[in-house]
């Protein structure tokens, strides 16, 4: 089954609720048309594409309730899912923290996160951008591995009290690896866009073979406390987990970094740096995102973070009801405010530091203090008097993204960019901070 | 299913709501139509329609994989029933080789026009992508089976059993945590089916029914006078077992040391009730002194350490570059491998890549290419002697035949090498536990997975766990916190120094072995016995905010 259209899916959604003799019921139908393309050892290696459709059909009938799903659009088909999820709310136990459904939403006008220009990428496209991306490897006598993968997805929802959202878009993302042949040397890009004009795999390309062929005779440091200066595609995946665990009501339970003695919690107050403001925007022209989200709530421009003061935390629609405030839904991307001076300009205001391109295997070592640890890959750097001076070897940190950001230096100017752990999208400066914990040496390149 | 999707599904994941962009891993359906199989002979019908449109697009290989991927769900907190869901995925992935140069497409249109259609994609996107290859696929020789099947060998299907039982069983150890003192108690029972199907041009026809069960609870305290908070999670182990892993039985129980610990049958009620004693102790424990410590690791916590720090590493995929972009490549080069000489760990060190072990998570008949599946050796006596491959890698190490490590998720995504189950071998010699802590001056016994993250290499890791016990002068000396553990993969395993013996081997595993660019998970299981390892460097991870 094709993308559907606005109307196309408004009308089928219509047809299944008809169907429907539940108290509530909510309807949602996605799908989506991708297409990928890997590469290593400067060679093609898999690739594919992959065409998927689902309708959900979730009926209730006072706190009971059944979900059932079909990826047969008949009538016949349509009337049997929404049999279905009904005789399954009839078996369902009552869910105490079932809330009664959304009714139609005031929503603002949707961002463009769809570009008919990604939309049409042709598998010749994909081979193009590897064919360019192999050219760099192979002039500078480095070996590629790399990805690119593209999508077009829409979903769709609908409820027995009129709520209807639509939403569609398109979507490429690329990265890839350069290693020198004697694996001394290893360099790093990643990119995400709605917009396929600003993809350009060679350009993309040529900076990771820079950062590979830099890299190459890494020096070992002492571990210990340095100031740094993480790139975009480092800093957010610590900044990932400090925006993903402001959630209320962990906070409210008093199992979260944001909680205090005697089910308080740190919301309103200054925890970070007053430099610090982090918000999520659908609308912001570089990050476009959902202006719904999954259950039908509208996703506001919403600041987490406003000079360092905890200014937000998000709700499920049921711990909102229970504390009597407003039900925010967590972002599905966000921004950080940086400056205008740019990564050079960082580095060039530095005395003595390290420049890391990549931040890898993160994981949660205390929940109380937020403290993760990883490593740094694919590009570890001293600076000295302003000055890329030569490569080090990789690290190991211990760190919070908490105390991190109150040991704030400098920001520089916000870029898009993609974690690598997750895929989340982020529009982030690079960030200079000062103390950073580095724990070990990792003899990884 | 990937790590994120899961936890958002079961809402145990601190920031769920962040992931609600992600999309689902399956269609949601009634529990009851979970019990009905495809047949056989129609999977047959479809396959051959997707064959012979490869072929006649100019495919030289074709293998189809039809698949039928059933979860389940039953998410309890504290006295509530958070969610019961039932997903289903269906659908169908062909691969191809066409110019020399793979090709792979997917869909979940199960008539023959939309078979066909992927066909001619899949075909269509490796002529395409042939200009950009070095050299042509070279696949090792793989006899067709003709039509053959394979069932785990379960003795009670999880889909069976009514979920009223499932919900009590959740509900009874909510109650004996809370009763024990916990401030909040999350627990899950997670069920996996497996129906695939596959069909090549080699001529083999192999339908294959696998299951999987994983319970698991987090116990949480808090302390209300320093809102300090502690947890403390299950001791169980993801199994390829059906129902029967959680009914309890005395023979499969190791008692006398610190908390009681499981073989083939867990005891899901009992690790609650101590679990909320032992969570209430960590909130008062010691905090570790940073040192040096001769480590005693329990296999519900080593199995972690095998996974990152040998099964990672041994992956050919990984060693040849397959994975520089994203899970990393390996510091055990080919040459390493060559010379038969490379020291991984001292003389008691054995470990074995194994995809026939009953009730562990690895285990199939055949692998995702067709090849039947074994058991060898990668680490022999301390050296480096073996990778895990599969059939277009066999050739690179001098195999005449593939090892049966290739593995897809779903039908959705393509099959590539992924790691089969990698086990410590026990001790030859007699020794419990016990008498293994006896010879132990300054330790630390670790019980538990926590905390893990890895290089890119594996070479350097770091590795936390549940339950942390000081051992003086051959005594448990009490419960200690804060702890973390980093080494070098090579010194970690020469500092090895004993195991104990086979009564001691038991299965730890992963769910969520993550691998691959689109992101793919594999179940996979760890065996070992408790082993000692001298001198660790230990680091504390107490900080203040």
Not at chain 1, 49 to 54: D, F, H, K
Not at chain 1, 182 to 197: A, C, F, P
Not at chain 2, 98 to 123: H, Y
Request: hydrophobic share 35%.
């Amino acid at each position: 089954m094709p993308i559907l259209s606005k109307e196309e899916a408004q009308a089928l959604l219509k047809k299944v609720l008809s169907y429907s003799k539940a108290d509530e019921c909510e309807v949602s139908i996605n799908g989506s048309d991708a297409g990928n393309i890997r590469y290593a050892r400067n060679s093609v290696s898999t690739s594919g594409a992959i065409s998927q459709n689902s309708l959900a059909v979730s009926s209730a009938f006072g706190k009971k309730l059944g979900i059932a799903t079909i990826n047969e659009f008949d009538d016949e088909s349509l009337k049997k899912v929404v049999i279905r999820a009904e005789e399954l709310a009839h078996l369902a136990p009552e869910n105490p923290e079932y809330v009664s459904i959304l009714g139609p939403q005031d929503y603002a006008a949707p961002s463009k996160q769809y570009v008919p220009e990604t939309a049409s990428i042709t598998p010749k496209l994909r081979a193009d951008a590897v064919d360019l991306s192999l050219k760099v490897a192979k002039d500078n006598k480095l070996t590629a591995a790399g990805f690119v993968q593209n999508s077009i997805a829409y979903s769709a929802f609908m409820n027995s009290k009129g709520l209807f959202a639509y939403n569609t878009s398109t979507d490429i993302n690329f990265s890839v690896t350069l290693r020198t042949a004697d694996s001394k040397g290893s360099g790093y890009i990643t990119r995400d866009y709605n917009d396929v004009k600003y993809f350009d795999a060679e350009a993309f390309t040529k900076i990771a073979a820079q950062k590979a062929t830099g890299s190459i005779g890494a020096r070992a440091l002492e571990p210990g406390k340095y100031t740094v200066i993480l790139e975009p595609a480092a800093g957010i995946v610590l900044l990932e987990n400090l925006i993903g665990g402001l959630d209320a009501r962990q906070a409210d339970e008093g199992r979260s970094f944001l909680s205090k003695p005697g089910g308080k919690t740190k919301l309103g107050e200054k925890m970070l740096d007053e430099r610090v403001n982090i918000y999520s925007d659908p609308w912001n022209p570089e990050l476009p995102t959902a202006y719904w989200n999954g259950d039908g709530r509208p996703q506001e421009k919403m600041s987490w973070i406003e000079k360092g003061v905890v200014k937000n935390l998000y709700y499920s629609r049921y711990w909102a009801q229970k504390q009597n405030v407003k039900a925010i839904p967590g972002p599905d991307a966000f921004i950080m405010d940086g400056t205008d001076t740019s990564l050079a300009d960082l580095i060039k205001g530095t005395e003595k530091g390290i420049l890391v391109t990549r931040l890898w295997y993160i994981r949660p070592v205390d929940p109380q203090t937020l403290l993760y640890t990883g490593l740094t890959r694919d590009g570890t750097f001293y600076i000295e008097n302003g000055e890329i001076k030569f490569p080090v070897k990789n690290f190991r940190f211990n760190e919070s993204p908490v105390i991190m950001l109150n040991n704030l230096e400098a920001l520089g100017k916000p870029q898009r960019t993609v974690s690598g752990e997750s895929g989340t999208n982020g529009l982030i400066p690079p960030m200079k901070i000062r103390d950073f914990t580095f724990s070990s040496l990792s003899d990884a390149v | 299913m990937k790590r994120r999707n899961f936890l958002y599904l079961t809402g145990m994941g601190v920031g769920a709501t962040f992931l609600q962009g992600v999309p689902a891993f399956g269609k949601i359906i009634d529990p009851s139509a979970a019990l009905d199989g495809v047949d056989p002979a129609f999977k047959k019908q479809l396959s051959d329609v997707a064959l012979n449109a490869a072929r006649s697009k100019g495919a030289t290989y074709t293998d189809v994989r039809i698949g039928r991927y059933l979860n389940q769900f039953v998410v309890t907190r504290e006295d509530k029933v958070e969610n019961i869901v039932n997903t289903e995925s269906y659908g169908l992935g062909i691969r191809v080789i066409a110019n020399g140069c793979w090709g792979f497409a997917a869909t979940d249109k199960m008539d023959k026009d939309s078979i066909a259609r992927a066909a001619a994609d899949a075909v269509a996107i490796a002529k395409e992508n042939a200009r950009l290859q070095s050299e042509p696929v070279q696949l090792a020789p793989q006899k067709g089976y003709g039509e053959v099947s394979w069932k785990a060998p379960i003795e009670k299907n999880a889909f069976e059993v009514p979920i009223k039982e499932k919900v009590d069983l959740l509900l009874s150890v909510n109650d004996a945590a809370m009763k024990g003192g916990a401030s909040y108690v999350d627990s899950i029972l997670f069920f996996v089916n497996e129906q695939k199907y596959f069909a090549s041009t080699d001529g083999s026809y192999i339908d294959q029914d696998i299951h999987r069960i994983w319970p698991l609870f987090t116990i949480t305290k808090i302390d209300a006078k320093t809102g300090k908070f502690e947890t403390r999670n299950s001791l169980s182990a993801p199994r390829g077992m059906g129902y029967e892993y959680i009914i309890p039985r005395e023979s499969d129980k190791i008692k006398g040391g610190p908390t009681t610990l499981y073989r083939d049958r867990y005891d899901m009620l009992e690790d609650a009730k101590a679990g909320a004693i032992q969570v209430g102790e960590k909130l008062t424990a010691k905090s570790v002194e940073a040192g040096k410590y001769d480590l005693v690791l329990d296999p519900s916590h080593l199995w972690l350490t095998i996974h990152e720090s040998t099964g990672h590493p041994t992956e050919l995929d990984r060693v040849l570059g397959y994975e520089a972009n994203f899970a990393g490549t390996s510091f055990l080069t080919l040459d390493k491998w060559e010379s038969k000489k490379f020291n991984y760990g001292s003389k008691l060190v054995n470990i074995v890549g194994d995809k026939t072990q009953p009730g562990s998570l690895g285990a199939v008949g055949y692998d995702d290419e067709g090849v039947a599946c074994k058991k060898w050796d990668i680490i022999k006596d301390g050296i480096l002697v073996n990778y895990q491959a599969i059939r277009d890698q066999a050739h690179i190490i001098g195999l005449n035949e593939s090892q049966g490590c290739c593995y897809a998720d779903n039908w959705a995504n393509v099959q590539f090498q992924r790691m089969p189950n990698v086990s410590l071998q026990p001790g030859k010699t007699p020794l419990a536990p016990s008498e293994l802590i006896k010879n132990v001056e300054k330790g630390i016994y670790i019980l538990g997975d926590g905390s893990f993250s890895i290089d890119q290499q594996r070479y350097n890791f770091q590795f936390s766990g549940q339950l942390f016990y000081e051992i003086k002068e051959g005594k448990i000396a009490g419960m200690l916190k804060d702890v973390a553990y980093q080494s070098n993969t090579q010194e970690f395993w020469n500092s090895c120094t004993a195991i104990c013996d086979e009564r001691d081997y038991r299965l730890g595993g992963s769910f969520f072995d993550g691998k691959g660019q689109p992101e793919q998970v594999s179940a996979v299981s760890h065996g070992s016995a408790t082993t000692r390892f001298n001198g660790v460097n230990v680091i504390n991870t107490e900080r203040k905010i």
